[in-house]
């Protein structure tokens, strides 16, 4: 019964061997209890970079007379609002306040 119960320990003492010599050699990290590990996530190549260069670069943001060409349209639109009645309301006097008088 000792001869078995030798040859069982000294086998499972080889494959915890053999298998930490694989995980030194690969580059592996060994992880016997099977507890969660943040390796395989943090192993993984970074991928910020390529969704940077997705995106094309705004030259909206760099060039001013662009900016006063919008600003310019949305005043100018803003306006004709206001000469229909459809603008926004003044501070104070929305729609809140309006039921807030009553």
Do not use: C
């Given at each position: ?32 209890t099977g507890q969660r590990s ?65």
């Open positions: 019964m000792s001869a078995g119960g030798l040859k069982k320990m000294l086998a499972s003492a080889v494959v915890v061997g053999v298998t930490e010599a694989r995980a030194r050699i690969f580059g592996q990290i060994l992880n016997p943040p390796h395989k996530i943090l192993r993984k190549k970074l991928i910020g970079d390529k969704v940077a260069e997705w995106y094309p670069y705004d030259i909206k943001n760099d060039d001013p007379h662009v900016m006063a060409r919008e600003e310019e349209e949305r005043l100018s639109k803003l306006e004709s609002l206001k000469r229909r009645g459809k603008g926004p309301p003044k501070k104070g006097q929305g729609r809140r306040a309006a039921k807030r008088n009553k």
